[in-house]
């Protein structure tokens, strides 16, 4: 169970070797070095590196197998997470960006970031949420994008399988609050990672550890939707409603 302050006993972490969300392992494990973590992702140096960095802050720390790209064995995924009991707090986070470019004029591209960034966020969290309803209690975080608040341009390939995923997560959140689970949905704008390497940083950008303290405060408040950071909440509010001809001009 999560405490008065906010400290999990046990974390998922779907997408083990996200930079957001080990950054939000590592604040909880300083928080409570007993923390004990799973994380999910295809085997890797990553991984294992990632792994070790949160038993150096005493936490106990479990590798699983976990391919995004691959749905049938996702359910059995989630029945290896909670094997050892209760999670506290899953954080799904995995996904990818892709060449926004040949995104919508290659099949292959435009289909990898469908199959990873909406149809595996689908068949994993229908399991996900079967087993978090039956427990009772606990938060799940879904790390969704501002990109897919409206499509732009510059990544609407991308920003489209972000609006799948973020309105099926915001649908999760209705259908998992009577069950004692809080559903929190965070959109970020462009955050500094591995994954953004190269580009050039976008106004208001954040870093991983910037995202995380949102998530961390996010869930001991319970919230169901934030936005890192929180005045891209406005931001988007008025781009929601700026006219076609001239969103379309906009440079981003």
């Known amino acids: 169970m999560i405490d ?9 972490l779907l997408g083990g070797t996200s930079e957001i969300g080990l950054a939000v392992a590592e604040r909880y ?7 004990r973590v799973t994380l999910a992702g295809r085997p890797s140096d990553r991984l294992d590196a990632a792994a070790a960095r949160l038993r150096d802050l005493g936490a106990t720390v479990t590798t699983l197998p976990f ?13 290896k997470a909670f094997a050892d009991g209760d999670i506290d707090v899953t954080v799904l986070a995995f996904g990818v960006l892709g060449d926004q470019e040949e995104a919508w004029t290659n099949v292959d591209v435009a289909r990898e970031l469908a199959e990873i ?14 087993r978090l309803r039956k ?3 606990g938060s799940l975080v879904a790390l969704s994008s501002a990109a897919g608040e409206r499509a732009r341009r510059s990544n609407f390939v991308y920003g489209s399988t972000k609006a799948g995923f973020d309105a099926f997560y915001t649908g999760l959140t209705y259908a998992l609050k009577e069950h004692g689970v809080t559903v929190t ?5 462009f955050v500094r990672t591995k994954m953004t390497e190269g580009q050039k940083p976008a106004p208001l950008s954040q870093t991983a550890d910037q995202v995380a303290e949102v998530i961390v405060d996010a ?5 169901e939707q934030v936005w890192a950071p929180a005045v891209f909440r406005g ?13 379309r001009k906009l440079p981003f």
């Open 29 to 35: 494990a300083r928080a409570r070095p007993s923390l």
């Open 67 to 79: 391919d995004a790209r691959q749905p049938d064995t996702h359910t059995e995924v989630i029945e």
């Open 4 to 12: 008065a302050v906010g400290s999990p006993q046990s974390l998922l």
């Open 219 to 223: 869930v001991r408040t319970r919230r």
């Open 135 to 137: 427990q009772g209690h």
């Open 117 to 130: 960034n909406y149809v595996a966020a689908v068949t994993v969290g229908v399991p996900l949420a079967e």
């Open 235 to 247: 931001v988007m509010s008025i781009l929601r409603h700026v006219p076609r001809p001239i969103f």
């Open 185 to 189: 949905v965070v959109r970020p704008g």
